[in-house]
């Protein structure tokens, strides 16, 4: 075999290596989010947990930006991958879902609103299945981005509201300051609508941007 030979399939063997331990390390970030998010709905359900909004509030916030970070490192090294450009979103949904979900139970949000974010998922991932089936992977659109980053943004602010309840000489100083009192009662709120419509608006660009995906006359 000659060296020019050697060093192509040596290439070849290295790249194939490369790609292999992006794909792991996306599977392993995935699985760890997967291990949080249970634990982060066991605190801040059970109200009997000391501190356990306090500690959902954290593990939440960790889980975002373990999440948006692998996201970044992956596009600034350019490792991007098909199995990324499905993962990172899928990711996003599962944390952002149980988050809201546990906020309703908490009687914070209401239901409705819970439900039109949830709808506007399941048909963004269907299209998505069925543009997978067809060898296209729909990554997250700007619109889809900027959904999610409100959506964090409203739910870090809502779940930061109860876990000051927690403290009373904090709580006493933050909701007794007519500024910051609103940031939490209101801002949180404003947020929380806008990320509804956003979310909407970005479910009908998905659908005009892919509709050859779900084309009937295939």
């Not at 997250?140 to 870090?156: D, F, H, L, N, Y």
């Amino acid at each position: 075999m000659s060296n020019n030979k050697k060093a192509e399939k040596k290439a070849g063997t290295k790249m194939r290596s490369s790609k292999n331990f992006k794909i792991s390390t996306r599977i392993m970030l995935t699985a760890i989010l997967g291990i949080l998010i249970p634990i982060f709905l066991v605190f801040l359900v059970f109200d009997c947990l000391p501190y356990g909004k306090s500690i959902a509030t954290a593990l939440f916030i960790i889980a975002s930006i373990t999440d948006k970070l692998d996201g970044y490192i992956a596009r600034s090294r350019n490792q991007v991958t098909n199995f990324g450009k499905f993962m990172d979103p899928l990711a996003d949904k599962l944390l952002v879902t149980a988050a809201l979900v546990s906020l309703v139970e908490l009687n914070l949000i209401p239901a409705w609103a819970v439900v039109v974010i949830v709808a506007r998922e399941f048909a963004v991932s269907g299209l998505r299945t069925i543009a997978a089936s067809e060898g296209t992977v729909i990554a997250a659109s700007w619109w889809g981005k900027i959904k999610t980053v409100i959506q964090m943004i409203a739910i870090i602010l809502l779940l930061l509201k109860i876990s000051i309840g927690e403290y009373s000489t904090l709580s006493d100083f933050i909701f007794g300051n007519g500024a910051l009192s609103w940031v939490f009662n209101s801002l949180s709120m404003y947020m929380f609508y806008i990320a509804v419509i956003i979310t909407i608006i970005s479910g009908i660009d998905y659908f005009i941007k892919n509709k050859e995906s779900i084309s009937t006359t295939k």
